[in-house]
């Protein structure tokens, strides 16, 4: 079964400052923007749930990236649906079995739906949803369980990187672009093949530095600024002036390193321009290729609000608003040959006429 992400629940990744409380599988929120202590069962569909629940990817609540526009989703159908929910912090270093044992506790708690915010919970989903037939839990960045009760919430993340591409290409004054990303995994790699294409559509001569921070995600490479920092240190100092990062967490020091040193970067999955962490570097984010993962939340949330479950894959893309690009820095919208561009590109993907590779 498939579906799409409804076109209007684009969500700002807007995060409130929380107090935690230390649980046996890391540190856990309950979010209370609805000053709901417990499920009112008066919202639509007759919702008997406890509330919404979420564990989040490596980086945690913070990134203001992926996992904090999971997070503004379940904050937005908290307000919408009257029902409270609670947010669980993932452990550095840790095993499937925490994962497991996470998600188990969220359903036993009586939380529906129950959302694994990265395709690390694959192995876990797929256990848990298995003992617990009668919730519904959502992953994102994976279609590997497949169970009448899990939404697989997937997205094109190469389209809105070939608009990423396009803009870099059009911006650079070098001729020279990069690309970093978090971990050197195919989710990524479909990030780096969208961004290299759109570069390539625009001007094959220009060259393009790109590198992965880690081989795999216990080394932190979603989850290190520093190591972000110094990836971009390394692709400015060759010549790059436009600088595109998938990397999770450790895109707050792309930016950061770009901004120091006067170049352009680009963004991923929210709109980093509007992130109030990263305010300081924000006259240098050029744009952003989003994700609305908070919108892929926010859809599940209100399918089981309304007593139709969503299940099978759902897949965000151009087309349906699940992927884009955003044009929130005044200096980008002042670029009209580089906005002109990139809208071209949208339509040219929308209409077909542009197929975007999800590998190189």
């Known amino acids: 079964m498939r579906h799409r992400i409804s076109r209007g629940t684009q969500v700002a990744a807007v995060v409130a400052a929380l107090a935690f409380a230390a649980t046996a599988c890391g540190e856990s929120s309950t979010s209370s923007s609805t000053k709901t202590p417990e499920a009112s069962g008066s919202s639509a569909g007759g919702y008997s749930g406890k509330g919404i629940g979420l564990a989040y990817d490596i980086g945690g609540k913070g990134d203001q990236s992926f996992n904090d526009a999971a997070y503004a989703g379940m904050e937005k159908a908290m307000a919408d649906f009257k ?8 452990q550095d270093g840790e095993s499937d079995a925490d994962k497991i044992q996470r998600l188990t506790q969220l359903a036993q708690a009586g939380y529906n739906p129950v959302i694994g915010v990265g395709f690390v919970y694959g192995p876990a989903v797929k256990e848990v949803a298995a003992k617990f037939p009668n919730t519904t839990f959502g992953i994102i960045d994976d279609e590997t369980v497949q169970a009448k009760n899990v939404a697989d919430m997937v997205f094109h993340e190469e389209q809105g990187s070939y608009l990423a591409g396009v803009a870099a290409a059009k911006a650079t004054k070098k ?13 990524i790699q479909k990030f780096e093949a969208g961004f290299v294409q759109g570069v390539q559509s625009v001007d094959k001569s220009i060259k393009i530095e790109s590198q992965y921070l880690t081989e795999t995600p216990a080394e932190g490479g979603f989850s290190s600024p520093d190591k972000g920092k110094a990836g971009a240190s390394g692709q400015i100092d060759a010549g790059a002036d436009v600088v595109y990062g998938a990397a999770g967490l450790s895109n707050q020091g792309i930016i950061s390193e770009a901004a120091a040193k006067k170049v352009w970067a680009i963004g991923v999955d929210s709109d980093q321009y509007s992130q109030s962490a990263l305010a300081a570097y924000k006259d240098y984010i050029l744009g952003s290729a989003t994700k609305n993962v908070g919108g892929a939340v926010y859809d599940l949330v209100k399918s089981v609000v309304d007593g139709k479950p969503l299940s099978g894959t759902v897949r965000g893309s151009l087309s349906n608003d699940g992927v884009g690009f955003s044009d929130t820095n005044p200096k980008y919208k002042a670029m009209t040959d580089v906005v002109a561009a990139v809208n071209q590109a949208k339509k040219d993907i929308i209409d077909g006429k542009v197929t975007v590779k999800t590998t190189k």
């Open 83 to 90: 029902v409270p929910g609670r947010d669980v912090e993932p």
């Open 175 to 187: 001729k020279h672009v990069g690309f970093i990303g978090g971990v050197n995994i195919p989710l």
